[in-house]
Nanobody
Framework: QVQVVESGGGLVQPGGSLRLSCAAS????????MGWYRQAPGKQRELVAT???????VYADAVKGRFTISRDNAKNAVYLQMNSLEPEDTAVYYC??????????WGPGTQVTVSS
């Protein structure tokens, strides 16, 4: 089985920063793209950022220039550095990992709240 664990969420003021971490463990033969979704109450799920196995990145327009995604292949980990946070960034953030020949796995989510 594959386990995905997230950490780093919390409460910050507008303009603040948070760094989310996610690590996959278990029966992982090969990791493909990893990334982050987010979903706020009453809103549709949004793909925030993805990063391929070789480092290519894609960002949602809403976070481009403020968020940075990175990965550590040796640790099966993916990170999301979030700067200049806005109230609109408030959501539950979910990590996903694509495992070749197994499928896509998600973490339980971590709450990010941006409020003054």
């Amino acid at each position: 089985q594959v386990q995905v664990v997230e950490s780093g969420g919390g409460l910050v003021q507008p303009g603040g920063s948070l760094r989310l971490s996610c690590a996959a463990s278990g029966s992982i033969g090969s990791l493909g793209a990893m990334g982050w979704y987010r979903q706020a109450p009453g809103k549709q799920r949004e793909l925030v950022a993805t990063i391929t196995s070789v480092g290519g990145t894609v960002y949602a327009d809403a976070v481009k220039g403020r968020f940075t995604i990175s990965r550590d292949n040796a640790k099966n980990a993916v990170y999301l550095q979030m700067n200049s946070l806005e109230p609109e960034d408030t959501a539950v953030y979910y990590c996903f990992c694509n495992v070749f020949y197994k499928g896509q796995y998600w973490g339980p989510g971590t709450q990010v709240t941006v409020s003054s």
